[in-house]
């Protein structure tokens, strides 16, 4: 014991982090997550920023026509597709949107909500007329041809029933998926550790497909579907979103690494506080956390099978992950 009763090894001195740290690190959920990986490592190899990869590397995902996120993704029950985005640098600046319609990038909006305004959140019609007035063009109210498919499939029953988010090609045959039976997930959220050794993430999303026009989700909630705090890690979060929110998820795995869990046992700990508050419920239900600390250690978790997250460090090249799961 020191002097004034602390123990010794209670402080970890900074240099010996520092000499243990492995950067660049990149992190992103599901598969789509490997062509978002690819602009995203490439700032982060040539000592970019964190926040520039995570923006650039989601707004990959957004412009894909056959993906879950962006325009031409899954409509709510009303037939609009309805768009929640968010972003947070080194310095602990965020911004985000929600209920977004007709833009083609909101994790970009999001950015300049954190860079140009006043304000963290922006939603609805004010943040589609900041995001024109940015110059971000108006985009047509069409949904995509998967979407229309799918949308008048539900018509026929109407029925809201999320379907567990899993990563159909890798561990199918399950639950039928919402498009094309080849995932049923709308969200990617990315977090980085630059060469400077900074922390940013990104996390932008269609929402729940069918959900009641208005709803918003996790994924624009800072501390819910995204958190980063450039002393200890970053942490992002999939599935179902209210679940997130009702415990601040990537807060709590921020926190819980601040209490030296690693990023893995960081995520299961949050996993599990959904599970305990749902009992039975939760078997029907999927989260999933990715977190990285400022080490470049990094971990995921999820409550079922089937989360898969794409990692790329200066060893691992852009590969998909399956970490573990609680069913
Ligand atoms: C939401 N968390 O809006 C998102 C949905 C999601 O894969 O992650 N889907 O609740």
Same mark, same amino acid.
């Given at each position: 014991?020191?002097?004034?009763?602390?123990?010794?090894?209670?402080?970890?001195?900074?240099?010996? %982090?520092?000499?243990?740290?492995?950067?660049?690190?990149?992190?992103?959920?599901?598969?789509?997550?490997?062509?978002?990986?690819?602009?995203?490592?490439?700032?982060?190899?040539?000592?970019?920023?964190?926040?520039?990869?995570?923006?650039?590397?989601?707004?990959?995902?957004?412009?894909?026509?056959?993906?879950?996120?962006?325009?031409?993704?899954?409509?709510?029950?009303?037939?609009?597709?309805?768009?929640?985005?968010?972003?947070?640098?080194?310095?602990?600046?965020?911004?985000?949107?929600?209920?977004?319609?007709?833009?083609?990038?909101?994790?970009?909006?999001?950015?300049?909500?954190?860079?140009?305004?006043?304000?963290?959140? %922006?939603?609805?019609?004010?943040?589609?007329?900041?995001?024109?007035?940015?110059?971000?063009?108006?985009?047509?109210?069409?949904?995509?041809?998967?979407?229309?498919?799918?949308?008048?499939?539900? %018509?026929?029953?109407?029925?809201?029933?999320?379907?567990?988010?899993?990563?159909?090609?890798?561990?199918?045959?399950?639950?039928?998926?919402?498009?094309?039976?080849?995932?049923?997930?709308?969200?990617?959220?990315?977090?980085?550790?630059?060469?400077?050794?900074?922390?940013?993430?990104?996390?932008?999303?269609?929402?729940?497909?069918?959900?009641?026009?208005?709803?918003?989700?996790?994924?624009?909630?800072?501390?819910?579907?995204?958190?980063?705090?450039?002393?200890?890690?970053?942490?992002?979060?999939?599935?179902?979103?209210?679940?997130?929110?009702?415990?601040?998820?990537?807060?709590?795995?921020?926190?819980?690494?601040?209490?030296?869990?690693?990023?893995?046992?960081?995520?299961?700990?949050?996993?599990?506080?959904?599970?305990?508050?749902?009992?039975?419920?939760?078997?029907?239900?999927?989260?999933?956390?990715?977190?990285?600390?400022?080490?470049?250690?990094?971990?995921?978790?999820?409550?079922?099978?089937?989360?898969?997250?794409?990692?790329?460090?200066?060893?691992?090249?852009?590969?998909?992950?399956?970490?573990?799961? %609680?069913?």
């Amino acid at each position: 014991m020191g002097s004034l009763g602390i123990s010794a090894f209670a402080v970890k001195p900074v240099f010996a %982090l520092e000499n243990k740290m492995v950067k660049p690190v990149l992190l992103s959920t599901w598969d789509a997550g490997i062509a978002a990986n690819k602009p995203a490592w490439e700032i982060l190899k040539n000592k970019g920023r964190a926040l520039d990869a995570v923006e650039n590397g989601v707004m990959v995902t957004e412009a894909s026509q056959n993906c879950c996120v962006g325009l031409g993704a899954n409509p709510d029950r009303d037939g609009f597709v309805t768009l929640d985005a968010s972003i947070m640098d080194e310095f602990g600046n965020c911004g985000s949107v929600a209920f977004l319609e007709r833009i083609k990038h909101p994790v970009s909006v999001a950015r300049r909500v954190m860079e140009k305004t006043p304000h963290v959140l %922006l939603v609805g019609e004010g943040a589609q007329k900041f995001a024109v007035s940015e110059g971000f063009p108006l985009e047509p109210a069409e949904l995509s041809e998967d979407a229309k498919k799918s949308y008048r499939d539900w %018509l026929k029953q109407s029925r809201y029933q999320p379907v567990i988010n899993i990563e159909n090609k890798q561990h199918g045959p399950f639950a039928p998926s919402q498009i094309n039976g080849e995932w049923n997930h709308d969200t990617i959220g990315m977090i980085a550790l630059d060469m400077n050794g900074n922390l940013s993430g990104s996390c932008t999303t269609s929402g729940m497909g069918f959900k009641m026009r208005g709803r918003v989700g996790d994924s624009p909630i800072i501390g819910a579907g995204l958190y980063v705090d450039n002393e200890i890690g970053a942490a992002v979060s999939t599935g179902v979103g209210e679940e997130v929110i009702k415990i601040c998820g990537t807060h709590l795995v921020v926190e819980f690494m601040r209490q030296g869990m690693t990023p893995e046992e960081a995520c299961k700990k949050a996993v599990e506080r959904i599970v305990k508050r749902n009992g039975a419920k939760a078997k029907d239900i999927q989260v999933a956390f990715i977190a990285i600390n400022k080490q470049g250690e990094y971990g995921g978790y999820s409550i079922q099978k089937g989360f898969n997250y794409a990692l790329c460090t200066p060893a691992i090249n852009n590969q998909l992950i399956n970490p573990k799961y %609680l069913f």
